[in-house]
């Protein structure tokens, strides 16, 4: 991408993925950002305190599903980019409330997509060069791997399993159409599973560190042999950000850590982490607090990402090994007990009753 106007247009960044690449976009590009979040559960605004007062950055607090919000906020900023990263992302949650995932997913996407097509056309030939609308998904849309798959890659078929997974492929197949339709300068990045600051606690990594602080039983989903792969978000923002400036026009670019690791062995970890970072004689080994409970339902198996095409296109792999990536993600959560004591409100503790006070143990 040849010399783009740093203003971007970011929706959902207020969430854990959207606020750790706000900051790095206006720390290291130096660029503005009109960010566009309804502030809904998993969103915070806490996490962009670090550009309170900043000019660079302009918080709009609206709905994606707002198409009179949307096509004010193109016409008035006149953003040289898209970052969509607005979601309803949570798995079990999908599967007690499918019926939000397809409004904020799909017609939340179908939305952008339509208001920027419109607005496209009103910038100038540059403009309308450089402009890119970059659609952040994920590896779940290409469904579950047996142990001895090979990686999925950017032509695996898709195979979407939970609504949530549904709902996102959903969403990428309108990216895909509006591209091959109306020429759209669309990009589309799939990614594996994010760690690290400012994720909120209803995921794996922080509800284990949090639960294994204080002494709580720690959930495995059935029998904790699930494997997913780890990317520490920074260098999944890096990678979008590569994608933004580099990346050809219609394609996709898949994302992902190299790292899989079986769900136990990543709560075993946290648990040594935690011990030795917080010792506590009365809680005593937090393996001991590790609990087998009723697995998700239509739980996938496996996921692993081919990260071959935006490594050798685009020069991008991931900086942080997950060892390091983990640590330095323990550590950040155990110095946070004001942004923690915030996001677990009265909405976290129902969500934490009603997903695991009814799941039996094993
Ligand atoms: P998140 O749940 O932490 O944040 C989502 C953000 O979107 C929140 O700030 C929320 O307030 C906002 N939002 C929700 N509905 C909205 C609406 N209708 N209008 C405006 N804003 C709205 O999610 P995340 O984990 O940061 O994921 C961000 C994106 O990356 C999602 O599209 C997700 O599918 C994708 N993704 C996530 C992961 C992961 O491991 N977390 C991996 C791959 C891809
Ligand atoms: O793969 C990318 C996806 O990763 C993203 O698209 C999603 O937005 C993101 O939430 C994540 O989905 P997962 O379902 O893999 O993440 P989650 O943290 O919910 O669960 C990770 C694994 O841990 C999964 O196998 C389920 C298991 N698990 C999860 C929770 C919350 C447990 O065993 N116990 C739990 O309490």
């Given amino acids: 991408m040849t010399s783009i106007r740093k203003t971007i247009l970011v929706t959902g960044g207020a969430g854990f993925i959207g606020s750790n690449f706000v900051l790095q976009w206006i720390n290291n590009v130096g660029g503005a950002v009109v960010n566009l979040d309804l502030l809904t559960y998993a969103g915070n605004a806490e996490n962009l305190e670090a550009l309170e007062g900043d000019s660079r950055h302009l918080f709009v607090k609206g709905d994606i599903c707002d198409a009179e919000l949307v096509a004010t906020l193109l016409h008035t900023h006149r953003p040289s980019a898209i970052v969509h990263f607005a979601a309803e992302s949570h798995v079990d949650r999908s599967i007690v409330e499918p019926g939000a995932f397809v409004r904020t997913n799909v017609q939340g996407t179908f939305t952008l997509l339509e208001q920027a097509k419109r607005y496209w056309p009103t910038l100038d030939a540059h403009e309308q060069q450089v402009f890119r609308f970059l659609h952040v998904s994920t590896d779940e849309v290409y469904g579950s791997l047996g142990p001895n798959d090979a990686a999925?890659?950017?032509?695996?078929?898709?195979?979407?399993?939970?609504?949530?997974?549904a709902s996102k492929a959903a969403s990428d197949h309108f990216a895909r159409a509006y591209y091959h339709t109306y020429?759209?300068?669309?990009?589309?990045?799939?990614?594996?599973?994010?760690?690290?600051?400012?994720?909120?606690?209803?995921?794996?990594?922080p509800l284990m560190i949090l639960n294994a602080l204080e002494g709580k039983p720690l959930p495995v989903y059935g029998d904790g042999k699930n494997v997913r792969d780890w990317l520490f978000v920074e260098d999944h923002c890096a990678a979008i950000r590569?994608?933004?400036?580099?990346?050809?026009?219609?394609?996709?670019?898949?994302?992902?850590?190299?790292?899989?690791?079986?769900?136990?062995?990543?709560?075993?970890?946290?648990?040594?982490?935690?011990?030795?970072?917080?010792?506590?004689?009365?809680?005593?080994?937090?393996?001991?607090?590790?609990?087998?409970?009723?697995?998700?339902?239509?739980?996938?198996?496996?996921?692993?990402?081919?990260?071959?095409?935006?490594?050798?296109?685009?020069?991008?792999?991931?900086?942080?090994?997950?060892?390091?990536?983990?640590?330095?993600?323990?550590?950040?959560?155990?110095?946070?007990?004001?942004?923690?004591?915030?996001?677990?409100?009265?909405?976290?503790?129902?969500?934490?009753?009603?997903?695991?006070?009814?799941?039996?143990?094993?």
């Avoid at 890659?153 to 979407?160: I, K, L, Q, W």
């Fill in 152 to 165: 999925f890659s950017e032509v695996t078929a898709y195979a979407p399993n939970s609504p949530y997974a």
């Fill in 183 to 205: 020429a759209l300068p669309v990009l589309m990045t799939n990614c594996s599973n994010n760690y690290g600051p400012f994720q909120f606690p209803e995921k794996l990594i």
């Fill in 242 to 362: 590569t994608v933004l400036e580099r990346g050809v026009v219609g394609e996709c670019y898949n994302i992902g850590g190299n790292s899989e690791q079986m769900n136990l062995d990543v709560v075993n970890t946290i648990c040594d982490l935690v011990d030795e970072m917080r010792p506590n004689r009365t809680i005593g080994e937090r393996r001991k607090l590790i609990t087998f409970v009723v697995d998700r339902p239509g739980h996938d198996r496996r996921y692993a990402i081919d990260t071959t095409r935006i490594n050798r296109e685009l020069g991008w792999k991931p900086t942080l090994t997950f060892k390091d990536g983990l640590r330095k993600t323990v550590a950040w959560y155990l110095e946070q007990e004001a942004w923690i004591r915030n996001v677990r409100t009265g909405a976290y503790k129902d969500w934490i009753r009603k997903n695991y006070q009814e799941r039996s143990t094993l």
